[in-house]
């Protein structure tokens, strides 16, 4: 994988810098991303990509506007080969593991565990 999906769409693969076998891949995780936008949560792309055809998913990743820190712009930008060879590859996987938490609209604190990405600016003035 050379998109870097792995990072969020498989547990603890950035914890340990990659080191989750295959098998494990791209199965999303109930770790969730807070910041301004609410929380958002890795999705499953195996359960994603088997409820979709191949035009489906092309079309997804060409026009969806999603949840930071997801990056929808750089997706957008994908070549649609390199989107097809993406969608090949999550259907040969077996589909495994739990669907994603929903997403989560700013203020309301999650009860999963999950990786806070409020700017802190240090020596600035607390506001609240």
Known sequence: MTGGCNDCH??????TGGK??????LKGQAVGYHGPWG????NNLRRTVAGMTEDAWVEMLST?????????????AMAEADKRALYRYIKSLPIEGDPAPTALPPGQVPATPYEDMTLVVPGAPSQG
């Open 10 to 15: 498989t547990p603890n693969y950035a914890r």
């Open 20 to 25: 989750v076998p295959e098998t494990e891949w």
């Open 39 to 42: 929380t958002s949560y890795p």
């Open 64 to 76: 969806r506007e999603g949840l930071p820190p997801m990056p929808w712009p750089s997706v957008r």
